[in-house]
């Protein structure tokens, strides 16, 4: 039987002047990684006005582009892309990564995830 696990995983701006612009990429990593799991990969921002947040605003929008899994240092590694589509600066979201194991009846292993690039 197959087991599924979601993982939640956030990424926050300390700065105004670090936050995601429109237009702008973030590159992360997930490691390990069952290349045999069924994978969905969502990203939904989320913006900070005081100890309020919003979330799905429709000029807040985020792509998960540039999927891929290749062989390391660290064994098999997810790789993607964030992008911010919308129309207004991003100072944070968060990162849902489903995996279904591939029915070996044991749960995936939870990856680490760490951002490369932005």
């Not at 939640?8 to 990684?33: C, K, N, V």
Request: aromatic content about 10%; hydrophobic content about 35%.
């Amino acid at each position: 039987m197959s087991k599924a696990d979601k993982m939640d995983y956030y990424w926050t701006s300390s700065e105004a002047s670090d936050s995601l612009a429109p237009g702008a990429t973030h590159t992360w990593r997930a490691f390990p990684w069952e290349v045999d799991d069924i994978n969905s990969i969502t990203a939904c921002p989320f913006n900070s006005i005081g100890s309020n947040y919003q979330f799905y605003r429709e000029d807040n929008l985020l792509a998960v582009e540039n999927v891929r899994s290749e062989e390391n240092s660290h064994g098999a590694t997810l790789i993607f892309t964030v992008r911010n589509n919308g129309q207004i600066m991003i100072n944070g979201y968060e990162i849902s990564l489903l995996q279904i194991g591939n029915g070996s009846g044991q749960a995936p292993v939870e990856p680490v995830l760490e951002i490369c690039s932005q």
